[in-house]
């Protein structure tokens, strides 16, 4: 996947695409990926990196939804539940299975959460990750050592799945890609292009070079998550709004608060939400809120009360309290809540997914969850096949397999979330002796891993690389700081670039990493 050969297709095309899709999260790739592969003629594109906003900024769960089902809505869980199944046996390279544990502390919470879990089970069908069942206190102690035992009566185990968000949108990119369909990252859309009152494309610009585009196409499809809203008044000024844009936060410890492999669940905060304590890359990743917010930014940023409420509810469950002082990262991500009014708090907004068709023809997706994308994408192309007359094609996604489709790719040790092109990394650092050099005496990660991301992953920028294509910055942002300047140095001679790129580049990550240090301080 190579951002030049993308731009090369663009210039190439000499008709106009079947499917525009504007933005590259995970129901844009999602979306980018079903098209193309009923042979439609696609063309995705994004404005920052794929996956820069929500898609990256998850809990890291493939789950049904326990909360759902306790808002009785059971469609959704079933949707979920199945769609979880699918994105195991689809991309099992990065989506496993992850055991939880529910404590209970009070004398209703054991056969309450057990029959809610047990009824989790029954609708996962032959989808399901493992059986629910109780757990005396003693065992539930053995499974979280570090449990605050305290008042424990014992728990509930039951499992779900757990992934790597980002990992999964860049292996999606390949996929559309090798399905026939062109992908671009960092290319902005400035306005719809229209004729007879109808949209029929999208005027661009390539944000690295400057170079403006007007690109044309049967249907356009907006799939820009909290920015939908921004798109479709570039149809309609006065398109009302349809996202609430809710606010979850994360932060991140060290492994020594809950050693071990299985994740803790709390089914009610103060604030009504759900509580995940959860192993992922051997930090402990904690959250999340619901802060509804009033605008969208592209980066945004943890609030001080936000990561206090963090650490207050952990410090409830967990022997060890944590403090401000041991958070590693710290990250925001938005949801793009589809909100028709009448809800008091975005803890209540819909989390299901909402098509919309303008007057004028263009399609919104929104809403959902990353366990959903890919029905979510299905039933995009099935409506924007029907807007355009396109040609009748099933959807085969169901059974696709995903760039990098490995069943054994632990076997790679950290290179396991490169799938089936782990031995070609492991190959290319094998080129160079330059290329199996440490990029951090604290971290895995190797310089030639740079030069993959950057050749085969579209990776453009430092950011692109410390955060999405390696988790480094929201798993250890100090040390993502520490690293920034030699990823710089080799993205650099990569792409050409010269040393005021590669200053520039560093400085610019080092401001944004400033706002992952959990110190509640957002940069300017």
Known sequence: MNRDEMLKRIRRQDREWDLIVVGGGATGLGTAIDGASRGYQVLLVEQSDFAKGTSSRSTKLVHGGVRYLQQGNVSLVLEALKERGLMRRNAPHLVHNLPFVVPNYDWWEGPFYGIGLKVYDMLAGRHGFGHSKGLSKEKTLAFIPTLEPRGLRGGVIYYDGQFDDARLAVNMAQTAVEQGGTVVNYMRVESLVKSGGMVRGVNVRDMETGEAYALTAKVVINATGVFSDAVRRMDDPEA???????????????????????????????????????????????????????????????????????????????????????????????????????YENTAAISRDHTLNISRSGLLTITGGKWTTYRKMAEDTVDQAALLAQLQERPSVTKELNIHGFHQNAGQFGHLAVYGSDAVSVQALLGEDPRFACPLHPAH?????????????????????????????????????????????????????????????????????????????????
């Open 444 to 524: 895995p990660y190797l310089a030639g891993e740079v030069v993959w991301a950057v050749r085969r992953e579209m990776a453009r920028t430092v950011e692109d690389f410390l955060s999405r294509r390696r988790r480094v910055l929201i798993l250890d942002a100090r040390a993502s700081m520490e690293m920034a300047p030699v990823v710089a140095r080799l993205m650099a001679l990569e792409l050409g670039r010269d040393g005021r790129w590669e200053s520039d580049q560093t400085r610019a990550f080092e401001a944004l990493a400033r706002g992952y240090l959990g110190d509640g301080v957002c940069p300017a």
């Open 240 to 342: 009302p709004g349809i996202i609430t844009p809710s606010q979850g936060v994360h932060i991140v410890l060290d492994k020594s608060f809950m050693p071990g492999d299985t994740a803790i669940m709390v089914p009610h905060t103060d604030d009504g939400r759900v509580l995940f304590a959860i192993p992922w890359k051997n930090r402990v990743v904690v959250g999340t809120t619901d802060t509804e917010m009033a605008d969208a930014p592209l980066d945004p940023c943890p609030l001080p009360e936000e990561i206090d409420f963090l650490l207050s509810h952990a410090a409830r469950y967990l022997t060890k309290d944590p403090t401000r002082e041991d958070i590693l990262s710290a990250f925001a991500g938005l949801r793009p809540l589809v909100s028709l009014g009448g």
